[in-house]
């Protein structure tokens, strides 16, 4: 047993919070060391108490989607049947249309002009392509404005146009920006592989970990988001459907307990999903190659990855195919107690532009500390954005956890 597993039990007990589940696992143990669930997977709003949430409910994985898109491409490297530097125009056909943004006329026109620079797969696995999403900036909504396709990519009425006629924001590999690259970067694994990502998850993924619950097409057993207000009661409503096209950066469902299994699997160097010790290695190597990549990362993405990392960034954040690296002091002098190298990377939900949540995560984040031997997730499905609660919450079961580990 965990020696943290009291204080881990008692800050899940006094979380104010909708719901949360909080799973823990390490490279030696047989399967969780630790447990945690609060709150409900639904209530009607008019019951005192409703269901309550336990690790097997399935929740929406928005941007926890693209680890297991990352598998896929490791494995296929694995196999020979794509590199890291190729030119993702030899799978796909579509990058040869695409066009770069170069601002509005005089008159407000889009000027686009083509792109004279390959688009290699490295550039998807790390963002650095010039792919961005939409409905993330006011230019980016004015451009979908201009070109007649939906802002939001995943919408369920939106096509596979809305993602490939959409241009690229700068030149290809010139900084980071967080986008639709892993959504091209799906169309290419399909594409190398010739079978749909929903196939192809469930045969060389899911199935050889065991993991009966994940998919794309939601189960009718699916959890509501929960919104949190600044007053009772808290509401409770469907997902909004997604697009049923299976996409690399978006659209999994599954349980925290199966998605554990995942990360302990990688933890373990890659147990069950590789053949090779070094796929693990190439999945969690930073990739970003100037300054100005980097620097783009930390003002993109350091909120997403670390609590300490929301108060003043990690000074050493780099980016992985599989996520960001994180660990060690951050800029604000505080240690997270994470081993270098720590690989980490949260659920967005910036597609609900809802009055409740008009741009905002859902508050589910994972993580694996291969230095460290444990890997841990904390899940609420919950909205708006970074809210103040969760991310407290977060720190302190991440204290906690690693006060446990240095003890045992």
């Known amino acids: 047993m965990l020696s943290a597993a009291p204080i881990l039990d008692s800050l899940i007990a006094k979380a104010d919070l909708p719901r949360l589940v909080f799973l823990a696992a390490s490279a030696s143990e ?29 929740f929406e994985l928005f941007s ?10 490791m494995q296929l490297i694995e196999q020979g049947k794509i590199a890291l530097d190729d030119d993702a125009a030899t ?12 601002g509005f006329s005089d008159t407000g026109e889009l000027v686009l002009e083509r792109n004279e620079t390959p688009i290699t797969v490295r550039m998807l696995a790390t963002h650095t392509a010039g792919f961005a999403y939409p409905y993330h900036s006011d230019t980016g909504r004015r451009i979908a ?10 919408d369920a009425k939106a096509t596979l146009g809305e993602i490939v006629d959409f241009p690229l924001m700068h030149p290809p590999g010139q900084r980071f920006t967080y986008g639709t690259s892993f959504d091209w970067l799906g169309l290419v694994i399909e594409a190398a592989s010739g079978l749909d990502l929903e196939a192809y998850f469930q045969r060389h993924i899911f199935t050889p970990l065991g993991i009966m619950d994940a998919s794309f097409c939601p189960p009718s057993g699916q ?11 808290v509401r409770y409503a469907p997902s909004p459907p997604l697009t049923s096209r299976p996409l690399g950066g978006c659209g999994l469902k599954t349980s925290p307990s199966s ?52 108060k003043g960034g990690e000074a050493d954040m780099d980016l992985a195919i599989g996520g960001a690296l ?44 291969r230095e460290r031997g444990v890997c841990f997730l904390l899940w609420t499905n919950t909205l708006p954005s970074a809210h103040p609660q969760v991310i407290e ?13 240095e003890q045992q």
Do not use: M
């Not at 047989?30 to 409910?57: C, F, K, L, M, Y």
């Not at 799978?91 to 170069?102: A, H």
């Not at 999945?283 to 990855?305: F, H, I, K, N, Y």
């Open 30 to 58: 047989e399967w969780q060391i630790h447990t945690g669930t609060g709150g409900d997977a639904r209530r009607a709003t008019t019951e005192p108490n409703g269901q309550s949430v336990t690790a097997s409910h399935v």
């Open 64 to 73: 926890c989607t693209k680890l297991v898109t990352a598998v896929a491409l």
């Open 91 to 102: 799978f796909v056909p579509e990058f040869g249309r695409v066009k770069l943004f170069k």
């Open 145 to 154: 404005l201009k070109l007649g396709v939906d802002p939001f990519p995943y």
């Open 223 to 233: 959890i509501p988001l929960a919104y949190l207000s600044t007053a009772p009661p």
């Open 259 to 310: 998605f554990l299994r995942i990360l302990q699997a990688l933890l373990r160097g890659g147990d069950g999903l590789f053949r090779k010790q070094e796929s693990v290695e190439l999945l969690s190597r930073a990739q970003l190659r100037t300054e100005e990549q980097r620097e783009s990362l930390r003002d993109a993405v350091g909120a997403w990855v670390s609590p300490w990392s929301r």
């Open 326 to 369: 994180t660990g060690g002091v951050g800029k604000s002098g505080e240690e997270s107690r994470r081993g270098k190298g720590t690989l980490s990377w949260s659920g967005r939900a910036a597609s609900y532009l809802t009055a409740e949540a008009p741009g905002a995560e859902q508050n589910d984040y994972w993580v694996i500390d």
């Open 393 to 405: 919450l977060w720190e302190k079961l991440e204290t906690a956890l690693y006060d446990g580990l």
